[in-house]
Structures are given as structure tokens and as C-alpha cells.
């Protein structure tokens, strides 16, 4: 063909996708190539050039199919090539499913103990809300009188939060459309356990944005519910105050004057939306968001009262989140109904050494990382 002869600069020569530079060959012999020309010859080369188009069009439309296909696809093609592994050929007797049943059998375990841990963990924050409420809250006998730190200082597992054993996912949020969204959406597990890091330090408490997030929010602290839209900030610091001084009670490590407040509001920083519903949110878009197929949205009107409990030397905190997954136009029945629970706890010691005074004005506030989970359950 004259589109893959020497001196022509053509992107369809040898198989279609290389680019040969152009040759300089010469004027001379140029003009004689070209000037020998027949029709028959362009026929050929329009001929070559819709093959060579044609055969791009079908490596490209096969493409889409492999992308965001995940292990399924991975999986194939392994198979495939150890059916034509040398043992294979010999006619040997080959078993390719004992490569894949193994991590197949470990990941189905591992999504269960996630599952577990999340299932522990909301026990653990129940049981220590109940404990709270009768220690120190509304459920307490009007006639016992609350108790003291020590006395209570058994009744909260304050242990750090469990290393969730390793997942292989492939969340849909790589899928390369709505119809492989939904296969991966219904392969991925429906509970995980979502480990994070918590920065506590006063120098970050932000009371403007705190004030206006409780404003417009609930709260319950050792089981006394108060609305945010009627005592506002203060009303939500001292609630959390209260329950330091009464968890504390009895110890012999005193509070400095003020630094129980800025504990309750450091501890509230923590909690609010603008904090736990970012940590939240940035877990979903990270394991669902499809621009391509889907959008998130936020269900507000579903959100739970934000959760603070003070027991036994522990400070416990929860905030709950729900999110919808739609179809990117908006229509029809959700894909995916996602709850979400940003889940802390830290010590009242740790809380009171970073809410002390500093030194002086000019010095740092001391801060400290503490863990903290997302437990995240799926419904359709």
C-alpha cells in the first residue's frame, strides 16, 4: 500500500497504531512515487485506512469492559493462562479453582469479622450510654445519690478500638458505568469498620462554626436530650461539663478551674457535623462516589441526635450520618441506602492535660492523636 511506503508519514502503517517518520528520501523520487499514482492504488489505501479505523473502534469499545470489571475479570484472565501453562498442555489433570479459593475463603472471613467489630463496638457505646444514665442521668433512682468516678470506673471499657483485619475491596466508586457500579456495589460487603485519626488540640476548636453546627443540631449527653435550636452552645458545653465533673468526682487529680469547660468544648469540636460528618462523608465518596453513573446525597432529615458519654474515666462520642445513592439523574429508587457512625472515645485524663492552662499566652496548646472509627452499614 502507498500509505505504508517509504517517505509517507502515515499513523495507519504496519499495524495501525505506530507512527513511521517521515524519511527524507528526496524531492526527486518523491514526485516520481506520487506521480505514478493510479486510482486502483488510492482504492487501496482508502480501503487499508477504514481497516486499520475499524480495527481501533473494536480495541477501544472492548476497553470499558475490562475497566472497573475487578477480580471477576482478573480472575478470567489467570485462568486462561494457566490453562495454557506447559502442565495444562501435557494434558495433566489441573485444578485452577484451589488458586482462588483460598483468598476467596479468607476476604468472605474478613468481611465478617468487620461486621463483628461494628456489631462490638455499637454494643460497647449502648452499654455505656445505659450505664451513664443510670449512674449520672435520667434513669438514675431519685432517692440514690450519683456516683463517684471510682465507683464507676469499671463500667466502661475504655480499651482502644480493634485492628480490623485487611479487605481487598473494589469499591464501585472505580466502576466504569452504572451497570458494573451495580455489580461491584453488590459484591462489596454491606458492613465495614473504617479506622481513622483524630487530632485533639484546643488551638483548633472553632466556637463560631461549633455554635452554629449545635444551633441547628440535638444532643444527648448521658442520656439527657437537648435541643441545640434552644440553649444553643452554651447550653451543650455545660451539659458535657456536667458530666466530666460528675465522672470525675472523687479523683485525686483535680480540674483547674476552667479547664473543664474547654474539655466539654473540645470534646464537642470533635463530635459536630462540620468535624464527624466530614470524616463521614469523605468515607463515602471514597468507596461509592461514580460521577459517571451516580451521585450522594445527604439525608439530614435521618441523622440522629449527636451522642456524648462521660463514664468512669471515659469520654465517648457518636454521630450519625445517613446517605443515598442515586442514579445520576436523580429518578427512581435509591441503589443504595449508606449509614454511617463516626465512633470516638478518649480518656477524661487525656482531656483534662490538654485542656490545662498554658504556661503562658504565647505558648502551644498540647494536642494528641486518638483513634476513632466510621462504621458504615449498607441497605438497599
Known sequence: SRLSAPGYPSQFAGDGLSMAPPLNS??????????????????ADLLECEESVAAGQQTFAAKPAAIGSGAATAEDRLREALKKSPAASAGAAFNADVFFAAPRTLQEIAAELQELLVEVDTLRFERASLMASLTHGPLRPPTA??????????????SP?????????NPPAGAGGL????????????????????????????????????????LVVNGAALSGAKGGYSA?????????????????????????????QLLLSVLNRTSSGFAAFEEV?????????????????????????????????????????????GGGEPLAVVDTEFAFRVSTDSLRKLAESRPNSEASWPSEEISAAILLRRSA
Not at 180 to 195: G, N, S, T, W
Open 161 to 169: 478500638f480493634v485492628k480490623p483485619p485487611p479487605l481487598d475491596l
Open 285 to 329: 465518596l471514597r468507596l461509592f462516589d461514580c460521577p459517571d453513573a451516580v451521585i450522594i446525597s445527604p439525608d439530614s432529615a435521618a441523622a440522629r441526635p449527636l451522642e456524648a458519654v462521660v463514664l468512669g474515666g471515659c469520654a465517648m462520642g457518636r454521630a450519625h450520618t445517613r446517605y443515598v445513592v442515586r442514579h445520576m439523574d
Open 179 to 218: 451497570a458494573d457500579y451495580q455489580r461491584q456495589l453488590e459484591a462489596m460487603p454491606r458492613v465495614l469498620f473504617i479506622e481513622r485519626r483524630v487530632k485533639l488540640c484546643m488551638g483548633d476548636v472553632d466556637k463560631y462554626q461549633d455554635s452554629k453546627d449545635i444551633s441547628r443540631d440535638a
Open 145 to 158: 445519690p450519683a456516683a463517684d468516678g471510682a465507683a464507676g470506673a469499671t463500667a466502661v471499657d475504655n
Open 236 to 264: 451543650a458545653v455545660d451539659a458535657i461539663a456536667s458530666g466530666l465533673s460528675a465522672s470525675e468526682s472523687g479523683q485525686s487529680l483535680a480540674w483547674q478551674a476552667e479547664a473543664t469547660e474547654r474539655a466539654a
Open 26 to 43: 528526496g524531492a526527486d523520487d518523491e514526485e516520481d512515487d506520487w506521480g505514478c499514482l493510479l486510482e486502483a492504488d488510492l482504492e
